[in-house]
């Protein structure tokens, strides 16, 4: 039974070589909302571009994002794949857990504090 188990791991490690560039970043504390409007705008460019891109735009979800991009090349490189030749595929962009805070307010009173996160998934592919 075990070398059953063996052949499949290998199996499982050779199809993940073979298969597409991915790489994930989860539970980054900012609203999906507010990172969709930036995924929107680099999905199906350049890697080139996007990076150019990231770096001129003041949003505070453009670092993270510009990171996760540079952990997905970082992926292809050890693939020996062309870092110039890779476009983004897919980035989708999911709603993470939501933290639930209080904050004090007058005569005694509490308001609910939703601490929103996103998990963001990049898939690059070759021009």
Known sequence: ???????????????KKSGPIRASLRNLTMSARKVRVIADAIRKKDLGYAFAFLSTQKKACCLPIKRLLESAAANADS?????????????QVDKGPIRKRFMPRAQGRATKIRKQTAHIAVVLGEK
């Open 1 to 15: 039974m075990a070398t059953l188990e063996k052949k499949k791991a290998v199996e499982r490690k050779a199809a």
């Open 79 to 91: 693939r020996n794949l062309d870092i110039d030749h890779l476009m983004i595929d897919q980035i």
